[in-house]
């Protein structure tokens, strides 16, 4: 991405110093490693803002944390680990930019129509993508970026524990959780359409 | 919430044969995985995704390389020395002013109160002299051998101080001699050692559990005298003493 080699070189012409060397080894793994993410990266910081401009700033922000933190990235998921980053820095973000909007979150709410999911299938396969895309973002923030790592980040359950710092249970529950407000939403809506 | 676990690919192929086999049997969570199955497909991945726009790439890559080109390590190093560095070099520097006195002055405080200790230990026990002689040309020659120095041994009895006689003792990490005097029923110990730096003349004067000591520099030998005796007199002493 960047060209440490010739940065390195501007500072000490004669030879490298071994801060130097450090420094293209570092820029480069950060290439290889986290770079490729920066879709997911936008993914996660666009749905949880839900703003086109923020989630720029947002990833912008995170992926300079990345490079400062490179160091202490030992191995493992690079992937999840910027995800968390990015996580973090919007939860900042928001807190800072945005009054308090997030409600208490009831996990164990009743829903409206629990067991009855079957004959709203197909009307929920049917449904518009705007219709998926604006009752996603109508889901509590908690259980938003559960579902969003899991069915467009297809994370696994430990992953998704690891970004979100939870208990797998709690990730489990959650996402339980988001499908079915998601599924009576959609469904709801997809009946009225019927119906009209 | 097996079903959940088998939906999401969270379970090992044992029990996913297994999950497989009561879907066939149970019609509940048949239709359950199913509702899940129409949510997956209504979920269209590729049309919910938001992946980065192309201009975010080339941003990002330019911040980044911003933050190199300022290159974090070295401007870093330069600027917490001009910010910090400096201004530690001058507090040390006016530290090492104002502590420095008051350390060579502690150390004094030291070696008076080991003075005084010397002094009271000489008369505790029964060692006030290793050799009793009111002669000054036996006290002096005793010393040989016994100290890396010679100090100079002076009769005083015409004045009324007389010499009774000397002692090695141990002040300030290191051999001294000891001369010791008497006036009325008043004991003076002289401790006597090659002194450290060269400056001589003044007398200095310390008072410390009621004793009275006078340090001056005779020469190259660094002179105390101690005493339970007056102030006034342990000075004429000195004055003597130093003639």
Known sequence: MTNPTQICLNESPDKLSDTCLDEIEKSEAFERLVMPHLDSAHNLA???????????DIVQDSYLRAYRFFAGFRGGDARSWLLTIVRHTCYTWLRKNRSAETTELDEDAPLSDDTAPDPQSILIQNATIEAVRSA?????????????????????????AEVAELPIGTVMSRLARARALLQQRLGGLAAKEERR | MNCQDFFDGELDPLRCREIEQHLRDCPR?????????????ALDRQALRFDAPAALHEKIRSSLRTRKTASPTRSFTLRFWLSWGIPAAAFL???SFVVGPRLAGSRQEQLVRELASC???SLMGNHLLDVPSTDQH???????????FAPQVKDLSAEGF?????RLDYVDGRTTAALVYRHRNHVINLFVWPAAGGKGGSVEVRSLQGYHLLG???NDLQCWAVSDLNEAELREFVGLWQK
């Open chain 1, 46 to 56: 666009r749905w949880l803002s839900g703003n086109d401009q923020d989630a720029q």
């Open chain 1, 136 to 160: 996603i973002a109508q889901l509590p923030t908690e259980f938003r970026e559960i579902l969003i790592l899991r069915e467009l980040e297809d994370l696994s359950y430990k992953q998704i």
């Open chain 2, 29 to 41: 969570c048949a239709a359950l995985l199913s509702a899940q199955q129409s949510l997956r497909t």
């Open chain 2, 93 to 95: 520097l006016l530290l």
């Open chain 2, 119 to 121: 002094h009271v230990r």
């Open chain 2, 138 to 148: 036996t006290v002096r020659p005793w010393f040989n051998g016994k100290l890396d």
């Open chain 2, 162 to 166: 007389p010499l009774i006689g000397g």
């Open chain 2, 216 to 218: 001056w520099q005779d």
